[in-house]
């Protein structure tokens, strides 16, 4: 058995964040320029503290320390995953992320990072960046050189609903207008390309140019996704993508629906609509854990949501 785990978010004030944490989730934010909510995170820049049950005021890093079996007996030094919301009311910088070997060289022994986002909302005519259109290393060099940005990157349309997987050496930017549930591995190095000549605080923030032509992958070449939908009493699972760090399925219930808990441990991100799992209530915007071992599980309501594990 096992209760399920529920925890306080950690949010983070950006210089391109808005208020839809508040206004689509009803957080409490510290300003309008909340950019992240960090949901499921045991990583020290932001280690999510249990609100409840017989963990209460403990941190997920402690738990994750303390009660392995929870996790069912994983080895590692890190919980290896991070759930954030992204509300980008601006863009993002285009960016992209070491893989594991290259961070544990030039990061002191840190995760690489890949992720994958789904989109919860954004606005009409909203577009994303994902990928670039250098050919080799060489021209990648040159248009970097001649900062021929608009050239490089590869803008895309974006709908509510839409699923990315952002494999390490991918170039990338969520832009302004939308609000995103992203799943990545816990870490937090990024190298940044291009910041669109914004100042903050009178200054560019730093670029990583070197390191990012080290890792940017040439040509681009977009990450495998799933759409296969899969029905049962009561829901619509569909998983979307399995990579060596995470599988990550979205489920839709209508209804009542029973499910087993045979992971490690799953991450649920509800994202629509109001039910319950087990005994508790949920709604939209709430994230939590499902410890290894809890068995079966019964949601009932009408709302989606996300499982994410481990593989
Ligand atoms: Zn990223």
Redesign the pocket.
Known sequence: MGEMIFLQPVFKEVLWGGDKLQTMFGYSIPSNHTGEGWMISAHPKGDCQITEGSYKGETLSWLWKNHRELFGGLDGEVFPLLVKIIDAKDH?SI???PDDAYAAVHENGALG?T?CWYVLDCEPDSTIVVGHNAKTKEELKAMIAEKRWMDLIQIRPLHKGDFFQ?NPGTV?A?RGGSVIL?I?QSSDI?YRLYDYDRLQDGKPRELHLDKSIDVIRCPHEDAATESQAETGEGFTSTRLVSCPFYTVTKVHVSGTAVFSQNQPFQMISVFEGEGFFDKKPVKKGMNFLIPSGYGSYTVTGNLEFMVSSVN
């Open positions: 993002l960016q992209v992320h990072k992720e952002i990338h969520i992203e990545q990024t």
